[in-house]
C-alpha cells in the first residue's frame, strides 16, 4: 500500500506540474515494477479515447507491473460548488493484497481571474481501506509529491484547499 502511495504521490505532481502550464494535458500511466518506474504517454485521437486506453491498461497490465496509477484531466462534480476541473486518478496495486483506488485533485485553470490553484487529494473511490490506512497513504503520498521538488514546489505555491 505504501509503494502505491509513493508512486501515486509522484504522479500525482508530475501531473500537477504538468497543468500548471495552460496546455492539454495528455493522459499518463506511472507505473512500478522491482523498483524501477516507467512512464506511458496516451495520447490518442481523443481524450475518452486516450482515458478509455488508459483504463484497458490498468485491467489488462500487460507488462507485469506491480503497481500503476492512470492520472488524467476530467471534472468533479460537487454538491456544494457545481462542477469544477480535477486530475483524476486511479491508482492500482496488483498482486496477493490487490488495490484500487480513485483519487481526485481539484484545481481551477491559469486562465481564470484567480489564477492557477490546486486542491489536496481527495477519496473519490475506495476499496476498504480503514481511516488509519488512509492516514498512512496520504503520508507517503505527500512524500512521493515531495520527491518532485519543482513540482513540489508549484503544488505549495498555488495550494488552495478551498477548492
Not at 481524450?47 to 486506453?53: G, P
Not at 507488462?63 to 480535477?86: C, H, M, P, Y
Not at 503520508?139 to 495550494?159: M, R, Y
Request: proline residues 4%.
Amino acid at each position: 500500500m505504501l509503494a502505491l502511495a509513493d508512486l501515486t504521490g509522484r504522479f500525482a505532481v508530475h501531473a500537477v506540474w504538468c497543468i500548471s502550464d495552460p496546455e492539454t494535458f495528455i493522459p499518463l500511466i506511472g507505473h512500478e515494477k522491482a523498483g524501477k518506474r516507467g512512464l506511458l504517454r496516451l495520447a490518442g485521437s481523443t481524450l475518452e479515447d486516450s482515458v478509455d486506453s488508459g483504463k484497458s491498461w490498468l485491467v489488462a497490465n500487460p507488462q507485469g507491473v506491480e503497481r500503476a496509477v492512470l492520472v488524467f484531466d476530467g471534472f468533479l462534480t460537487l454538491n456544494d460548488s457545481g462542477k469544477i476541473d480535477a486530475l483524476i486518478i486511479d491508482a492500482v496495486e496488483y498482486g496477493e493484497r490487490p488495490l484500487r483506488l480513485r483519487i481526485g485533485v481539484r484545481y481551477r485553470p491559469g486562465g481564470t481571474a484567480t489564477g492557477f490553484k490546486v486542491g489536496s487529494p481527495k477519496v473519490l473511490e475506495n476499496d476498504g481501506l480503514s481511516e488509519a490506512d488512509w492516514e498512512a497513504f496520504f503520508a507517503q503520498f505527500w512524500l512521493g509529491v515531495k520527491s518532485h521538488h519543482d513540482a513540489a514546489v508549484v503544488w505549495a505555491n498555488h495550494l488552495d484547499d478551498e477548492l
